[in-house]
């Protein structure tokens, strides 16, 4: 039943146990199991359709879970509070979850898991048609502008299709996401809202984003953009074992992205390109049997020949291994095994694949996700200071914390 109010606001008046501002992982997945207990919500997205960060996640793939996921593979100032979670909802319930909906993981590189034969949008599909048997409602193009606290519960203030509107609940779930991405809605507003109530927010920054390279080495990087290499990257806390990608602006690939959650502007960065061989006894093997084979043919074996081309800025490529002097063998393995990066900088947010930071799990109850300020008040995925790795970590973090908060709305 709608009501117009005399100010010209749109009373929507609903029988919902609970608003959720937020169509993405999480709210979609909060939303399901509200359903599956009989429980009706309204979601609220400000983009066109819901899913919107789904949708291009993995180039279109959507590597929707990690095999290997635990506590250890996410960032936050408390490193046991999304262990609650995990333990209500687990991996197997999310490969569960979505084989009962058509959907068969199918294992790629180090426990990733993704659709066999389908794709990112499948994945959305199978919330939007549960969304519509379990009659959740879901408002696209709703800008929300304002929450207001009552004594009942919380009152929603949107705008959609050029009119304002309102509507009431007991329960409010903000899962709006992070700010990676703001070319697909990504918004500051689970951050804004809770400071406006006093919650402490953990400084945020971009996390699993490419690195960038200025100065007078950015010509050289440049000149190797396209080439993969895999290698170990590494600062003084982790070391990632993945590949790297050169671009015309710096560094990408999963090792980068994976160590740019780690890395603070001015560090440097350890890169070994030849990770589990050691090129010194791979040289002294062929000065002993083929002195005359020059360094660069070595080199040829593991890398592509553009980037051993490119080495000739730091390695006597075209020297015969049986030539080569103890300063040269050092510097080669010091090049090799221990290459220095200083980043100038990272991509931002546009790049981003997720966000470091934000509401501070001190306060929220890691068993429920509840406000401990504001009671009915719930927050959920990437806006909580948990971040995971690269690799269907950030996912299964999404799930598990729609499904905890779906239980006690």
Known sequence: MLILHKNNIINELMDADAIIIGAGACGLMCAVQAGYLGKTVILLEKSPKPGAKILI?????????????????????????????????????????????????KEKTLGQLFPDGKNAKDVVDVFTSLCQDFNQVIRCNADVYGVEITTEGFIVNYEMDGKKRQVAAPSLVIATGGLPIPKMGATDFAMRFAKSKGFEIVNTFPALVPLTITGKEEEWYAALSGNSI????????????????????????????????????GEQINIDLLPNQNISDLINA?????????????????????????????LPLQKPVAALTNAELDTIYNTIHLFKVKPAGDKGYDKAEVMRGGINTSELSSKTLESKKIPGLYFGGECIDVTGWLGGYNFQWA???????AQNI
Do not use: M
């Open 230 to 265: 895999f290698c170990e990257v590494s600062n003084d806390q982790i070391s990632f074992e993945e590949n790297i990608l050169f671009t015309h602006w710096g560094l990408s690939g999963p090792a980068i992205l994976q160590i740019s959650s780690y890395w603070k502007a």
């Open 286 to 314: 062929e000065r002993s049997s083929n002195g005359k084979l020059l360094l660069s043919t070595i080199l040829n074996r593991f890398y592509p020949k553009k980037f051993t081309d490119a080495l000739v800025k730091y």
């Open 399 to 405: 799930w598990a914390s729609g499904f905890v908060i």
């Open 57 to 105: 996640s993995g180039g279109g793939r959507c590597n929707y879970t990690n095999l290997n996921t635990s506590n250890e593979q996410f960032i936050s100032d408390n490193e046991h509070f999304c262990k609650s979670a995990f333990t209500q909802w687990t991996v197997d319930d999310t490969i569960g979850f979505f084989e009962t909906n058509g959907i068969i993981g």
